[in-house]
């Protein structure tokens, strides 16, 4: 395992359309905003999802993790800080979503890298942006 240096917050604001009945953010969402904050955290490194893809790369999900500890709401700034793990021929994102400083939920997704649809340890290019160390 391999544990990525870098780490990126993205702040998102809770949107009316997120939310249930109650005014609590919908448990489907957090795969949404999971990706953005995956996307922010390539886009900010300088390492695009559109540069990844251009080379043949892609990043399926394999799988979707997300415990809940406090419900987000209508209203909210949710900040998502995302870190990224080498697996082997997979990439695991985890995700702390904090809401005035207090940790709201964790999550993370795991990908399989492929290149011209197939599995690879083969990185894009912009993966050389980051510094990985031994965890």
Not at 91 to 97: D, Q, S
Not at 99 to 114: A, D, E, Q, R
Request: glycine content about 8%.
């Amino acid at each position: 395992m391999e544990i990525c240096t870098y780490k990126h917050t993205a702040r998102i604001e809770v949107r009316y359309a997120e939310t249930d009945q109650m005014g609590i953010v919908h448990h489907s969402v957090y795969a949404v905003w999971f990706e953005q904050a995956r996307t922010e955290y390539f886009r900010t490194a300088g390492a695009s999802y559109a540069d990844m893809e251009a080379e043949g790369f892609g990043a399926p999900v394999l799988e979707l993790n997300v415990k809940f500890k406090q419900p987000t709401r209508y209203g909210d700034f949710v900040d998502v800080e995302t870190s990224m793990i080498r697996e082997g021929l997979k990439v695991r994102f985890e995700y702390k979503v904090y809401v005035n400083g207090n940790l709201c939920t964790l999550g993370s997704t795991l990908h399989c890298m492929t290149k011209g649809g197939r599995p690879t340890r083969e990185l894009p290019s912009g993966f050389s942006k980051f510094e990985f160390v031994n965890g």
